[in-house]
Structures are given as C-alpha cells and as structure tokens.
C-alpha cells in the first residue's frame, strides 16, 4: 500500500479522532436537522446554540431568505466562472459597491470565502522577497496560511505576542522602515476581545507599515451600524485594508477585502484564490445585500447580540468562571486542559433536559493551557435562554471542578 494511504490507514485505527470516539469525548459533527436558531434540534438532542456565528440571527430573516430566492429566479443557481472570465456578475458589481460604502473604502473585492480573501490578499500584498509581515499570536488559520503562501523569505516572518503593542514595535524596530505588513483580528475569533488598534495604528504610522484587519468576527457587530473594527475607533482612513467574511453576521458564506482602488485592482489581477475559484453565486450576494438594508436602518440586532452577550459574561464572571478579555459576541470559558475542555463540552451537550452546544477550542486553536470552551450568541435569543444556558454552565462546571 502506499505510504499516503498507510497514514490515512494508521489514523483512522489510531489517530485522536478515534481514540476520543472510543472515550466518548468526540465533539464534532454534530449534524443539525431544521434552521440555525437560538434552539436548535442537533442529532437526538434539543440544545441551546451557543456555538455558531450567526451573531445578529440572519439566517432566518424572512427577508433575507426572501432576498436569496429572487436572485436564484433571477440569475439562476451559480455562476459556473472566475470572476476575471464568465464569473462576473451585475450582483457582484452592486455587492462590491454596498460593501465599499458601508465600510468606508473606494473599493471592494468579493471572494467565494473568507478563507480565499485571506490565503489571496496576503499572499498578493506580501510578494516580494524583502518585504516583512507582523502577525498577532491568536490570529486565524486563514491568516497563517496566507502567510505561508506569501513569496517574502521565511526569516521576514514575525509572530508578536497577542494584542501586545510593546512586543509589536519591539518587532517593528528591527525591520526597514517601509516594508511590513501588520495583520491582526479585529475581534479575535477564539476569545473576543478586541485588537487595541489605537495603539497598532500609531505604530504603523512611525514604522511606515500597512495595516491588514480581519473583520470576520467584527462586521455586524462593533462600530456603528456593524461597520467593523477602524469605525469602532473611529480609525476608517488609517487601516489600509480590511477583510471581512459572509459566513458570520451576514449570513452566508463568501468574503471581501475592502481597500482602496489600486489596492482592489492588484488583488484582483494577482491574488490567486481570486482569479482561479467560481465566483460567489448570486444567491450569497443578494443575501448579504438584504442583511446591509437591514442593519444600515437598525442598530436593534447589533445591540441585542452584544446585550445578551454581555449578560451571559456578567453571569459567568459572577458565579467564578475566567472568561479572559472578551467584550463582544464571543465569550470564551477557560479551562485550560484539553481532555477536559473535551469533557466539558460533552457534560454541556449531554445535560438534560436540555444541553448547550459549544465550540471545544484547543491547542493549536488556542496556546496549550490556555485551553477553553467558546460561546457566541444570536440577536434572537432571549435572556429567558440565557438564565438556562447559564444554569447548565453553573452546574456543570462545579460537578467538573472548573469553577
Ligand atoms: C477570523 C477569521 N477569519 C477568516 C475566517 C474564514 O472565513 P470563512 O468561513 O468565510 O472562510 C474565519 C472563519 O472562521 C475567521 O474566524
């Protein structure tokens, strides 16, 4: 046998994956029958979601749904093409256009995920040998991907410590004036605390380096009107770049960078994910067009979301759980030992009358020992939801010893 199909072989006899199923403990692929609501029915369980990204409760939006099925009557399914060929759209066009001007750049790019927004946009902006990149500790995969796509020399890569601005300049000092990129979360994706982009900002400007911000755990729910991370700071003009997703608060999936004109013109011509993946289909574009007419005239989702949210962390803190930095939708549980946040996650998924589903984070999601559990929230749930959700945490985590 060949050795890639040995390895495959090995693991599927001895791997993690097995070894945690045969313990129990496996906690993905959980499937889910019906809509993404607060409630949701999952395997043979009714749970409390508290593991999905649906932050201001857009899938079920009537009309939203309502949105994407004109477009599949209008334009069809897909779109059977790259942008840079067949794959271009009039929706696309209007989508870039919406998206610009709710963010507040000249111009926009749609990609088909954000995960190809970020594998393309780094890859394109950082091309040359001698040019660097400064990348937070906790930033996402996708990012770290990008990074590795990138043609600069692997020496010219820095990891500074999370949202640490006194590791970040230490990092800038060392490398030519002019030729970094800092890249970080906006709100990181695993704690939900926010990058103090005040400070990044005045380093970028002394260092002479550009500013990259993921906005997929930003968009919808920080800055007025969900206008993301530099509109929270009231920084729009100061970030060069900003990438945000559709898989989150928009309801779909699909991902953007907003930036300036020529910033969109070189991606466009020289990000790979971007010139050689179909295009979005129409459905996607309509869909996050209906979530912009939505959320430009109310603010109601967002409040909600960072309400309930907000009531769920004072509970947590006030019954002795670390819920580190957070202050936005995303409120993480720490635990700290990976077994454990498995267990835990479990307990909570299991809990009768009804369970909590959860997101287990663990190492190489999280640094090791820093191990947690992460709940996010929906516009739509009630605080009635809450106060359960907190009770089955409450009792869990002391039958578990975490708190
Ligand atoms: C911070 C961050 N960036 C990028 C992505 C990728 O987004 P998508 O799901 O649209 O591929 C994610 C998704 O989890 C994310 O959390």
């Known amino acids: 046998m060949a050795q890639f199909y040995k390895k495959c072989d090995r693991y599927l006899r001895f791997g993690e994956a097995t ?25 043979d369980n009714e749970v409390i979601m508290l593991g999905s990204n649906n932050y201001l409760g857009m899938t079920s939006h009537p009309k939203v749904k309502k949105a994407a099925q004109k477009a599949i009557e209008e334009y069809g399914v897909g779109t059977t093409g790259s942008r840079l060929l067949n794959g ?67 020496s010219n890569k820095r990891i500074y410590k999370h949202n640490d601005m006194e590791d970040l300049e230490k990092h800038l000092k060392e490398i030519p004036k002019g030729k970094g990129l800092i890249v970080t979360d906006g709100v990181f994706s695993m704690e939900g605390d926010i990058v103090k982009l005040d400070i990044l900002v005045e380093l970028a400007e002394k260092y002479g380096a550009g500013v ?18 530099a509109a929270h700071f009231d920084l729009v003009d100061k970030v060069g770049i900003t990438m945000g997703t559709f898989s989150k608060s928009f309801a779909t999936i699909g991902g953007y960078i907003a930036a300036s004109k020529a910033v969109c013109n070189w991606l466009k011509h020289k990000a790979r994910s971007f010139i050689f993946s179909a295009s979005p289909p129409p459905a996607n574009c309509a869909t996050v067009i209906a979530v912009l007419d939505i959320i430009e005239k109310d603010e109601s ?35 700290g030992e990976r077994r454990k946040t498995m267990k835990f996650f479990r307990d909570l998924f299991e809990h009768k009358p009804r369970g909590i589903f959860s997101n287990p984070v663990v190492y190489p999601a999280t640094a090791k020992g820093e191990e947690l559990i992460r709940s996010s929230y929906i516009a739509t749930m009630t605080n009635e939801i809450v106060d359960e959700a907190l009770h089955i945490f409450e009792d869990v985590g002391r039958k578990m010893k975490i708190i």
């Not at 070894?19 to 395997?43: A, S, W």
């Not at 990259?212 to 991370?229: L, N």
Request: proline letters at 3%; charged letters at 20%.
């Open 88 to 154: 271009t759209m009039d929706i696309h066009i209007e989508l870039e256009e919406r998206l610009a001007r709710f963010v507040g750049t000249e111009d926009c790019l749609v990609f088909s995920t954000g995960m190809q927004a970020n594998l393309g946009a780094i890859s394109a902006m950082i091309s040359d040998k001698d040019e660097w990149v400064l990348s937070d500790q906790q930033n996402h995969a996708s990012i770290i991907d990008g990074i590795k796509l990138a043609k600069m020399k692997s």
């Open 301 to 335: 989702f967002r409040k909600n979301v960072l309400s309930v949210a907000g009531r769920m962390r004072e509970g947590l803190i006030d019954v002795g759980f670390n819920v580190g930095d957070s202050s936005t939708a995303i409120v993480p549980l720490i635990v």
């Open 212 to 229: 990259y911000v993921d906005d997929a755990h930003a968009v919808g729910v920080i800055g007025p009107h969900g206008r993301g991370t």
């Open 19 to 43: 070894l945690l199923k045969k313990t129990g403990i496996y906690p993905y692929f959980h499937q889910i029958t019906g809509e993404q609501n607060p409630i949701v029915q999952m395997d």
